[in-house]
């Protein structure tokens, strides 16, 4: 009976700001062009072939 019981609290998504509101330098597709596909994170290289992310994840999310 003086068992301690953990509460376990639901995470809460994070709110996704889309690719478009983000400074160009750091959009997936604008450092291709720049950099090459050298320059890109694997999660990046994903986010420009995906093109789309959904409701509260970007491309760039859904790719990693």
Do not use: F, H, Y
């Not at 994070?14 to 478009?20: D, F, L």
């Not at 986010?47 to 992310?53: D, K, N, S, Y």
């Amino acid at each position: 009976m003086g068992k301690n019981k953990k509460i376990v609290q639901p995470v809460p998504e994070t709110v996704c700001e889309p690719i478009k509101d983000w400074p160009e330098a750091e959009r997936p597709r604008e450092k291709l062009l720049q950099l090459g596909p050298e320059g890109l994170s694997d999660g990046e290289l994903l986010a420009v072939l995906l093109r789309i992310g959904k409701s509260g994840q970007s491309a760039e999310d859904m790719g990693r």
